[in-house]
């Protein structure tokens, strides 16, 4: 792995992980684009630090009070919003559990990440067609928590993209835009984490060198610059252009490798 290619890779995940246009996608198949082989589970665990670190510097603030309420106010509105994260990040967990080795073989196929970015592409452009836009944060109960912590279970899918399917839910339960960005943000926190942890272990510190931190910085940094950049523009904009991003690179893929 060369410092090029970890901060592209950097790049693609800081950027995809937070704007609903599929992170996993872009690692697949921008490899294949430029013919570079896996990058290998040590660069698979900076990506997901990076990020990781990026949202936690965003949300410190607001994860502080969201432990503090839900321990001594659980039947808060911020103490209840603990307890949904928890209850939203089990889908995901189980899937990710179950279906770790497809999503890293089968899943990956280009034909099946076309087929996902452009399926998914129409659910999200009816969500936000569809957009009612009146309910904040507060209003959140336990049951839409666990329908969009379903939805972002299909994020194992690359393609999907784990930000769209969370933001494509809260929509279609009639959310705002900003509010279904905002909880889909703290609810990736728990799932990044998890997985970052899971295979940390599993690496050598050998495998942590230049080219591992160079990717991190990189995933940190502008997974940072996507969400001040989102939450921004879905105050006034809607998810259009990422959806004919999403179409766009879809037809690329079906007419590079089909």
């Given at each position: 792995m060369t410092y090029w290619q970890a901060i592209f890779l950097g790049i693609l995940q800081g950027v995809g992980e937070f704007l609903p246009i599929s992170s996993s996608a872009h690692l697949a198949v921008f490899p294949?684009?430029?013919?570079?082989?896996?990058?290998?589970?040590?660069?698979?665990?900076?990506?997901?630090?990076?990020?990781?670190?990026?949202?936690?510097s965003v949300f410190w603030k607001d994860w502080i009070e969201i432990i503090k309420q839900g321990l001594t106010q659980p039947s808060s509105n911020e103490g209840k919003l603990l307890w949904y994260i928890a209850l939203a990040s089990v889908p995901g967990a189980v899937a990710g559990?179950?279906?770790?080795?497809?999503?890293?073989?089968?899943?990956?196929?280009?034909?099946?990440?076309?087929?996902?970015?452009?399926?998914?592409?129409?659910?999200?452009?009816?969500?936000?067609?569809?957009?009612?836009?009146?309910?904040?944060?507060?209003?959140?109960?336990?049951?839409?928590?666990?329908?969009?912590?379903?939805?972002?279970?299909?994020?194992?899918?690359?393609?999907?993209?784990?930000?769209?399917?969370?933001?494509?839910?809260?929509?279609?339960?009639?959310y705002q835009r900003e509010t279904a960005a905002r909880f889909s943000f703290l609810l990736s926190t728990p799932i990044i984490a998890g997985a970052a942890l899971l295979v940390l272990p599993k690496i050598s510190p050998v495998e942590v060198n230049g080219p591992f931190f160079a990717g991190l910085i990189t995933s940190a940094l502008f997974g940072f610059l996507s969400i001040r950049f989102l939450l921004g523009y879905l105050k006034t904009r809607n998810l259009l252009p990422f959806v004919i991003y999403r179409v766009l690179l879809a037809l690329v893929v079906f007419a590079r490798y089909l």
């Amino acid at each position: 792995m060369t410092y090029w290619q970890a901060i592209f890779l950097g790049i693609l995940q800081g950027v995809g992980e937070f704007l609903p246009i599929s992170s996993s996608a872009h690692l697949a198949v921008f490899p294949y684009f430029l013919n570079w082989s896996y990058q290998g589970l040590p660069y698979d665990v900076m990506l997901h630090l990076g990020t990781l670190l990026a949202v936690v510097s965003v949300f410190w603030k607001d994860w502080i009070e969201i432990i503090k309420q839900g321990l001594t106010q659980p039947s808060s509105n911020e103490g209840k919003l603990l307890w949904y994260i928890a209850l939203a990040s089990v889908p995901g967990a189980v899937a990710g559990y179950f279906l770790e080795h497809k999503a890293e073989t089968v899943f990956r196929e280009p034909w099946l990440i076309g087929m996902s970015l452009l399926i998914f592409s129409i659910l999200i452009f009816l969500a936000d067609w569809k957009a009612t836009s009146q309910k904040a944060l507060p209003e959140i109960t336990w049951k839409d928590a666990l329908l969009i912590g379903l939805a972002q279970s299909l994020a194992i899918i690359p393609g999907a993209s784990r930000s769209g399917m969370t933001i494509m839910a809260a929509l279609f339960l009639g959310y705002q835009r900003e509010t279904a960005a905002r909880f889909s943000f703290l609810l990736s926190t728990p799932i990044i984490a998890g997985a970052a942890l899971l295979v940390l272990p599993k690496i050598s510190p050998v495998e942590v060198n230049g080219p591992f931190f160079a990717g991190l910085i990189t995933s940190a940094l502008f997974g940072f610059l996507s969400i001040r950049f989102l939450l921004g523009y879905l105050k006034t904009r809607n998810l259009l252009p990422f959806v004919i991003y999403r179409v766009l690179l879809a037809l690329v893929v079906f007419a590079r490798y089909l």
